[in-house]
Structure formats: C-alpha cells, structure tokens
C-alpha cells in the first residue's frame, strides 16, 4: 500500500461499543491511503479492545487503525463522526443565493427556482440545493435507498418519471443534515452530471465525475 500523506491529528479521537470507550487517543495521526480522504490511526496504548480488526502500516510503528465498522461510534471531541473520518481539507459552505436555476431533463423543464442553496464543497462541483415549491414533485417517487457523508449527513432519495422512463435515485435530500451543512435542510438537489442546468439563463457544461 502507497502511503500519499500522513500528520498529526490535533483532535481527540474516540470510539465506543454502547458506553465503553474502546478507542480513546489525543495522539491519533491522520494518514491518507489514497487521495480522498485520511483515516486515523492510533497508538495501540490508545486502544482498549484487543478485539477488535486493525492494519498496521512500516511508517507509523505502534500505531494502528481501526476498522471503521467495528465501532459503534466514532467522535472527534465531543461531535460524532459518521461513515469515515473527516479530510481537514475539505470544505463545505452552504451558501443561500437568488440565481436563477433551471434544471431541464429530456427537455423538460423538472426544477426552475430563483432561491437555491449553493453547496460548495472542496473536490466536487457545486450543488443546488432548490425548494421543493420549486421542483416538479409530481414527477418524483420516493426510493428506499439512503447514503451517508461525514459533511452532510443521511440523505434520502427520489427516482425521476419523465416520460416512459425512470432514472432512479436521481434526486436527494437531507432531512436533518450536520451542522455545517444546516442550510440545505428539506432541500431537493439533482446531479448536474445527469440533467441539463441552466443558470442566470446561461447553460452549464454538464462535468464529469464518479456520479454521471
């Protein structure tokens, strides 16, 4: 395994199985196996449970990660941590703003709303979060599937009907999402991989990413 980084983790870490502290370190490293995003990495003093499935790596001896699915929950401080650690370089802003957006799909128009909530977040093109008075709810059918981020939170999804044909899981939500990420609450987003966007009356470049 190519290890591309590895620093410091100035947060004190934690995980629990029920109220047990199986993981408890303020001496964690952050250690980025691939580009996207790191994982921790702790001193194995810092682990209580001899239990649990941990990797070790040449360049951290003593240290060990956990893996993230044998703990119950994970924090940083006191704020928990879902699906996997946190990038310390990676932003979110949710940003509330009056441009213009038309989301078109087979030429139809599904979405057109002058108050959208822009997400920037590093690496990933911005989302427009829309009020749903402003989408095309006929047009939408509730899916079973859910997803997670450690910026956002749990989103639910919709499938699209327009015409004879279903695009599924093609537009989310997020109910009650992190606090960072507060502002897109209840909002309707769809990817602009998938759809053709309008803004300001000017039309965007479809981008190219893991979700087209």
């Known amino acids: 395994m190519s290890i591309v980084r590895i620093e410091p983790a100035p947060k004190w870490i934690r995980g629990f199985n029920g109220t047990t502290a199986?993981?408890?370190?303020?001496?964690?490293?952050?250690?980025?196996?691939?580009?996207?995003?790191?994982?921790?990495?702790?001193?194995?003093?810092?682990?209580?449970?001899?239990?649990?499935?941990?990797?070790?790596i040449d360049e951290l001896p003593d240290h060990v990660k956990v893996e993230w699915s044998a703990v119950e929950r994970w924090f940083e401080e006191d704020e928990e941590v879902f699906i996997h650690?946190?990038?310390?370089?990676?932003?979110?802003?949710?940003?509330?703003?009056s441009r213009h957006v038309v989301v078109r799909v087979d030429g139809q128009v599904?979405?057109?709303?002058?108050?959208?909530t822009i997400l920037f977040e590093t690496g990933l093109p911005p989302r427009y979060y829309l009020p749903a008075d402003d989408v095309r709810i006929d047009l939408l059918r509730e899916s079973d599937s859910t997803t997670g981020c450690p910026y956002k939170g749990f989103a639910r999804y919709w499938n699209l009907?327009?015409?004879?044909?279903?695009?599924?899981?093609?537009?989310?939500?997020?109910?009650?999402?992190?606090?960072?990420?507060?502002?897109?609450?209840?909002?309707?987003?769809?990817?602009?991989?998938?759809?053709?966007?309008e803004i300001?009356?000017?039309?965007?470049?479809?981008?190219?990413?893991?979700f087209s």
């Open 161 to 197: 009907h327009v015409g004879d044909t279903v695009r599924e899981d093609f537009v989310w939500s997020y109910d009650d999402p992190l606090p960072e990420s507060a502002p897109v609450k209840g909002l309707l987003c769809f990817y602009n991989e998938k759809v053709d966007l």
């Open 85 to 97: 650690p946190r990038d310390p370089y990676r932003r979110v802003d949710a940003l509330p703003s």
């Open 200 to 210: 300001d009356g000017e039309a965007v470049e479809r981008v190219v990413s893991k």
């Open 110 to 116: 599904v979405a057109d709303s002058q108050r959208p």
């Open 22 to 56: 199986v993981v408890d370190s303020k001496r964690a490293q952050l250690v980025w196996e691939h580009p996207y995003y790191p994982w921790w990495y702790v001193p194995v003093d810092d682990v209580h449970d001899d239990t649990l499935p941990v990797t070790t």
